[in-house]
């Protein structure tokens, strides 16, 4: 299957700084990623939709000056958290779908991000 | 009404016990679904996607219901490897984005 990679694995920082997440798709283009975000116990929560070569569609209550990304490239979107907070801490989950597959997407192994 | 319902459970099941679950949605005009399924800090796997005719993989078989929009994963003699939250994700079909729903946790038991 397709895969899909994140970078960290993990981030501990603290109040203030900001916070950079790579999301890589690498054995395949991604048209579309998609960054979610899951608190202990709950869904998944869709924040944005990054299409390569656009601005990023955000989720209603997900502020895009705070969550800045980009998709530079057809295997390549960040997605930086920028004044990280305590209450930004979560599971940060990128995923991708691929040129010619409009519905399946792949997930990133998540990110973990614990700000003090 | 949230868009998409499940059961969060946990159903604790024995091992070679079959199991169902359903998985309600909002919008009718719905037209991907899929069941994943996550394992414990890790990131959602597909499981299958659900057709209308309904299919097979294995020991599961997932069905969907459009009259009344629900959609079913049963998995038949269930094993300890199982036991993970299977999440429903429903989507609107093309590029749109999917919603997924809260998870069923299930828990294979010896």
């Known amino acids: 299957g397709a895969v899909v990679s994140q970078h960290p694995s993990r981030v501990i920082c603290k109040s203030g700084t900001s916070v950079k997440i790579e999301c890589r798709s690498l054995d395949f283009q991604a048209t579309t990623m998609f960054w979610y975000r899951q608190f202990p116990k709950q869904s998944l929560m869709l924040m944005a939709t990054?299409?390569?070569?656009?601005?990023?569609?955000?989720e209603q209550g997900v502020e895009k000056d705070k969550f800045l990304i980009n998709h530079a490239s057809l295997t390549l979107s960040t997605l930086t958290v920028t004044s990280a907070h305590p209450e930004d801490s979560s599971f940060y989950i990128c995923s991708a779908r691929g040129v010619g597959n409009q519905e399946t997407q792949y997930f990133g192994p998540g990110t973990r991000l614990l700000v003090l | 009404r949230k868009e998409v319902e499940q059961d969060p459970g946990p159903f604790n099941v024995p091992e070679g016990a079959t199991v169902a679950f359903n998985c309600t949605y909002s919008?009718?005009?719905?037209?991907?679904f899929f069941w994943y399924r996550q394992d414990c800090r890790k990131e959602p796997k597909l499981l299958m996607s659900v057709y209308s005719s309904g299919n097979e993989d294995g020991r599961f078989t997932a069905q969907l219901n459009r009259a009344s929009q629900y959609i079913s994963l049963l998995i038949r003699d269930s094993k300890l490897s199982d036991s993970a939250t299977y999440l429903c994700v429903v989507g609107s079909g093309g590029y749109q984005k999917v919603t997924f729903g809260t998870g069923t946790k299930l828990q294979v038991i010896p």
């Open positions: 919008n009718s005009a719905s037209q991907s």
């Open positions: 990054s299409n390569e070569g656009s601005k990023a569609t955000y």
